[in-house]
């Protein structure tokens, strides 16, 4: 594509026309319109032989100059002002490129086959497609049905794939036909299928909860607050379940938990033993985390020193739990914390709130290093990252920011902790589109680029974020003027303001 072309037609278009609002009307293979926000819409042309051709025109009070990639492939020939005609030369892929005032439009051109030149044909029959056959395969004497060009007429109707095989969609007639060489096979398709919506499904079991005097409550896990679930228990009396899907026994008994999401429902099967008069006390009670105590520490009392005592979270996307038995904040909602000991094991039932409030300290840009102190807390310290796509810490607590998001460090010894989260944030060298730390022509160049062809020229998730400097969100064909601007010195900083920029 001849980008120097388009920027200098661009830049002339900006100077002698006002910005005016241009609505397309495309016939042929595309549909919808082209306003002034689809600023890199990719509209899609297929033709199905060389010599076939689709016209485009556009409404408004401008002229449009228009270019091919691939003049081997599709031609674009002007017809006026405001329209052009597209024409099949050769097999493949390629784009055309109208060139507006105040945008760069694409239209991806596909052309399926080479040159018809039917010179008979062959009414194989009829196919009558029902609910009850569905599908048919055609056989051609003589004939691999691969080797054949096989297409519909109303593909709302009916489709056919390269083997032959024809597949009703939808209720009507349409004609399939399979073209070898010079001569087109004609199977006539009536199709009386109609697509039935599936039947009401019965609820699916989503698995059995054990509940007893030792493990008193389990979670659900992967409910989250973007999706709604409704929750409910067959008898309360045996069992609860908390909006956040905690479950905890009341009583001995079997019950069931269902759970609604979407029009889909599903159950858990709960069976508990639990009496509340047992022996050994295994509920460590309840922890609250909040933003202003954001991390507790759990002991086991009547326990000797030195047992070994595995600890785990049901949910750690809502608080994680340490090998020594502290809980930490992470998100908002509502987890169990359990304390293996031999045989036995422990739990406490953990909420976390308002942990949006947490403090976080910022950090801009991946790659980026720093040194977490904890102080002294005491010996045998050891680090870890709640999440290690996040930010890493290595055993002297160097920390390093290896993706976007937010996540904590934690350093916890034998008789202290001491935590700090970190929210990490993309860096912006404003104009940068190639990412060369370098704003010149050349970024520019790349911003129009990847408007016209994305999938050659694609931007990187940083060069997105540097290409936009026009002070509207998102990257078009405005922001390559701004940096022009910027590389002639007609403006002094970037992002632009948008309101002086007219």
Request: hydrophobic share 35%; charged share 20%; glycine share 10%.
């Amino acid at each position: 594509m001849n980008y120097k072309k388009i920027i200098a037609t661009a830049a002339a278009v900006c100077m002698t026309a006002s910005c005016a609002v241009v609505n397309c009307r495309v016939s042929g293979n595309i549909t919808g319109g082209v306003h002034a926000e689809e600023q890199s819409q990719d509209n899609a042309v297929t033709l199905n032989y060389v010599g076939d051709s689709v016209p485009i025109t556009f409404t408004g009070s401008v002229k449009i100059t228009w270019y091919s990639d691939d003049d081997s492939i599709a031609t674009v020939t002007p017809t006026s002002d405001l329209s052009a005609e597209i024409t099949a030369t050769g097999k493949g892929s390629t784009a055309v490129y109208a060139v507006l005032p105040d945008r760069l439009i694409r239209f991806g051109v596909t052309v399926l086959h080479e040159k018809s030149e039917v010179t008979s044909t062959v009414d194989v029959g009829s196919v009558t497609l029902t609910n009850q056959q569905k599908s048919a395969e055609v056989k051609l004497t003589g004939i691999e049905a691969s080797d054949a060009v096989w297409t519909s007429s109303d593909t709302s109707v009916a489709t056919v794939d390269e083997k032959g095989v024809i597949t009703a969609v939808g209720k009507g007639t349409c004609v399939v036909q399979a073209q070898y060489g010079n001569t087109g096979y004609i199977i006539n398709v009536t199709s009386e299928y109609e697509e039935k919506e599936e039947p009401g499904k019965e609820p699916q079991l989503l698995g059995t909860v054990e509940l007893s005097d030792k493990i008193k409550s389990q979670q659900i896990t992967g409910i989250t607050p973007e999706v709604p679930v409704t929750l409910s228990s067959t008898d309360e009396t045996v069992a609860t379940v908390s909006a956040s899907g905690l479950i905890t026994a009341v009583g001995s008994g079997s019950c069931r938990i269902y759970i609604e999401s979407n029009g889909t429902t599903g159950y858990f099967e709960v069976v508990s033993t639990y009496t509340g008069n047992s022996q050994a006390n295994t509920d460590l009670g309840s922890v609250t985390l909040d933003s202003e105590t954001p991390s507790r520490k759990i002991s086991i009392s009547g326990i000797p020193d030195g047992t070994a005592v595995s600890w785990s979270s049901s949910d750690s996307s809502i608080a994680i739990v340490t090998k020594r038995g502290s809980i930490i904040a992470v998100s908002d909602g509502e987890c169990v914390a359990s304390a293996k000991v031999g045989d036995v094991e422990y739990t406490a039932a953990v909420k976390v709130e308002n942990a949006g409030k947490i403090p976080s300290t910022e950090i801009k840009g991946v790659g980026q290093k720093l040194a977490f102190s904890p102080g002294d807390i005491g010996e045998n310290t050891e680090f870890f990252s709640t999440d290690e796509s996040i930010l890493t810490v290595d055993g002297s607590g160097t920390i390093t920011t290896v993706g976007t998001g937010t996540a904590s460090v934690i350093a916890e010894s034998d008789t202290g902790l001491s935590f700090m989260r970190f929210t990490v944030v993309p860096s912006c060298f404003y104009g940068d589109a190639n990412c060369d730390d370098v704003v010149d022509i050349a970024d520019a160049t790349i911003i129009l680029q990847s408007i016209g062809n994305g999938d050659k020229y694609a931007l990187t998730e940083q060069g997105q974020l540097n290409a936009d400097v026009d002070g509207n969100p998102g990257v078009t064909a405005r922001d390559s003027l701004v940096v022009q601007m910027f590389d002639a010195k007609l403006i002094s900083a970037l992002p632009a303001d948008s309101s002086a920029l007219g």
